[in-house]
């Protein structure tokens, strides 16, 4: 049986893929999550090894947002067949994380602060809209008193990219205002990943996860 592994992004948790994960799961899919240090994009990589050393049978390793990096590099395991890119990022060897064609949103880039470690964060006062502005105002805030600081990459430089040997698809979320859909569309053009397009924002497991879960089923045929 094929688990689907759930790889977040900056400043997230783990927590984020709880509606996806109970989409997938009242269809019969087994799951598994990866919560990242955001430590910087080795330890990130090796947090989700970690997960894959665990799990007997194929996966499909999925990435949002930074942790398409993530993924593009913990990808090259033996177990993984597939790799989901979910708004994310997707470098090639020799770039940084953040690397590739990549295109982010002025807002989110100026809501971006720094914390007393000198960590990244991103400014409480507009996270709930730039991360989830198509659900619920009450229930975005409660998603968004969740997120953390942390670093997304580092200075770390991607060695072998998985995507190059990996059959890949690429999720693009149409009115992302975090990264661009141009710019999303071109990641996916230059992986040569089958591209899937969804309306809404940054967070479709959140906003959309029966849609997203559909689109993950449809995979596992």
Sequence with gaps: MTTIVL????????????????ELEGRGV???????????????A???????DSID???????????GAVVTVAGNHRSVE???????????????????????????LTTMRVDDNG?????????AQVFYPDIDPADAARWATKLRSGNAGGTVIVEKAAWRSTPSTYVVCTDDPILLVDG???????MGADVV?????????VARPAELADILVALLD
């Design 46 to 52: 090796a947090a989700v090894t970690a997960v894959l």
């Design 57 to 67: 049978g194929p996966v499909i390793l999925l990435g949002h947002s930074y942790g």
């Design 197 to 205: 397009e969804m309306p809404g924002d940054h967070s479709p497991m």
């Design 119 to 127: 960590l990244p964060f991103i400014d409480p006062e507009f996270a």
């Design 7 to 22: 790889t977040h992004g900056a400043f997230h948790g783990s927590w984020c893929f709880e509606p996806l994960v109970a």
């Design 82 to 108: 597939r790799l989901v890119y979910l708004a994310a990022l997707g470098p090639d060897a020799g770039e940084l994380g953040s690397g590739g064609p990549m295109t982010i949103g002025e807002q989110f």
């Design 184 to 190: 999303q569309r071109a990641v996916a053009e230059r």
């Design 30 to 44: 087994t799951t598994a999550l990866v919560d990242l240090p955001l430590t910087d994009l080795t330890e990130d």
